[in-house]
Every structure is written in C-alpha cells, then in structure tokens.
C-alpha cells in the first residue's frame, strides 16, 4: 500500500439529514444555508496507518470543524458552510454522539445581520451571508 495524504468524501445522505433536522429544530436561523458536509480521512502511511488525527484544529485533534465558504467558493459552486467531520473515527459514533457533535458545529455558524435594520445580509450572489465563530471549547 502507498503512503497517501488526507482524503475526502461527501457525506452520507443520513449523516446530512441529521444535519437538516437539527438545523429545523435548533438552527432555524440557517434555514436557508446550503451546509456541506465532508469526510476526512487522516493521511496514512504506507501501511495504513494514520500518520496523525484527520482533523485538527488549533494544534489539537478534532471530531469535527465548520467554517463558512468565501464569496469565491460560493461562486465556484460550494455551499454556504462547510462541517468537515472525522470519517475514521464516525462509523464508530452512536447516533447520539453524531447529533452533539454536528449541534456543537451548527452553534459556531451565525447569519450576517445589517447592523441598522437588523435583517440578514445577503452576498454578491443573493445567499446569507454566514460567518463562522471561533469555537470556546475544544472542539
Ligand atoms: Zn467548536
């Protein structure tokens, strides 16, 4: 087997309809966000093993991270936010585990509001704008 970097697949549509249903009942305010979720899988060596944690974030091993695409990658055809999630490590998660981890990940995404009206701002494409906060907890 050759050594290979990280490597990436869309999610499961499960795993993204776990995505929509806590947007709907927790999220509401990203209702009208396209949230992309990706796999990752941890570079490995040339034996198969990982060579390090497939997500880190701030120098520490991650079960998940989430930013908001840039106006260039929206136009490029991406969606709004992205969550990228351990695809080594999820197939192991019970469904519970998966749902607080994709909830902690939707908590970081905020819509963009015009500071004097109050109402959700909207890029050069016509989509909310989306920006993502920094996490206070690890992950
Ligand atoms: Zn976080």
Redesign the pocket.
């Known amino acids: 087997m050759a050594a290979k970097g990280k490597t990436y697949k869309r999610a499961s549509g499960e795993m993204i309809e776990v995505v929509e249903e806590l947007v709907m009942k927790y999220h509401d305010r990203l209702l009208d966000c396209n949230i992309e979720v990706l796999l990752v899988y941890a570079a490995k060596d040339k034996y198969g093993e990982p060579k390090g944690p497939a997500i880190t974030?701030r120098g520490k091993a991650?079960y998940?991270?989430?930013r908001a695409t840039t106006l260039e990658e929206r136009v490029a055809g991406r969606g709004d936010a992205i969550i990228w999630v351990d695809g080594d490590d999820c197939g192991d998660w019970p469904d519970s585990r998966l749902r607080a981890i994709m909830d902690?990940?939707l908590?970081?995404l905020e819509i963009v509001e015009n500071s004097k009206t109050g109402m959700p701002e909207n890029d050069d494409l016509g989509r909310p704008k989306v920006q993502s906060q920094?996490?206070?907890?690890?992950?």
Do not use: Q
């Open positions: 974030l991650a998940a991270c989430v902690h990940e908590t970081h920094r996490s206070r907890s690890v992950n």
